[in-house]
């Protein structure tokens, strides 16, 4: 499967969840290249305590560990790559369903959307398709 393909599949599997989920959320790192242990950190002791180090990969950023991509608006917009922008964010008559669409600036012809339970699935589909896009 190629990394778009990979993308995509996690989009479907983004709308298809009834909620947060943190092994999508592993997994949307490792089809991003970057480190997927979400449990597998040490430090806090170390060298420098403010440093948290992954025991798998080495990997000193902290930041880089699983965000909660699933269940954060805030987490899910840190996806959204550079250059694009939302075109629209629409919730169903009942509340049970939110659409987030995306475009890149310049490009209203392109636009990607997710559609999922949650604005945070929606958002994060959404971003997870406008990256495969530039790729």
Known sequence: MTNRETLR?????????SGPCRE?????????????????VAGFGGVDPRVDV??????????DFARYYTASIDE???????GWQTLAVEQS????????RLYPQ??????V?????????????ASLRAIGEGL
């Not at 599949?9 to 969840?17: H, P």
């Not at 310049?106 to 636009?111: K, P, T």
């Open 9 to 17: 599949s996690l989009a479907d599997a983004c709308e298809a969840l």
């Open 24 to 40: 999508t959320d592993a997994l949307i790192l490792r089809a991003l290249g970057r480190c997927p242990h979400v449990k597998t």
């Open 54 to 63: 992954c025991t798998e990969c080495g990997e000193e950023d902290p930041f």
């Open 76 to 82: 899910a917009m840190s996806l959204v790559p550079e």
């Open 93 to 100: 008559h009942d509340g049970a369903e939110w659409i987030w």
């Open 106 to 111: 310049y490009r209203s012809d392109l636009a």
């Open 113 to 125: 959307f997710g559609q999922a339970g949650s604005a945070a699935l929606a958002l994060t589909a």
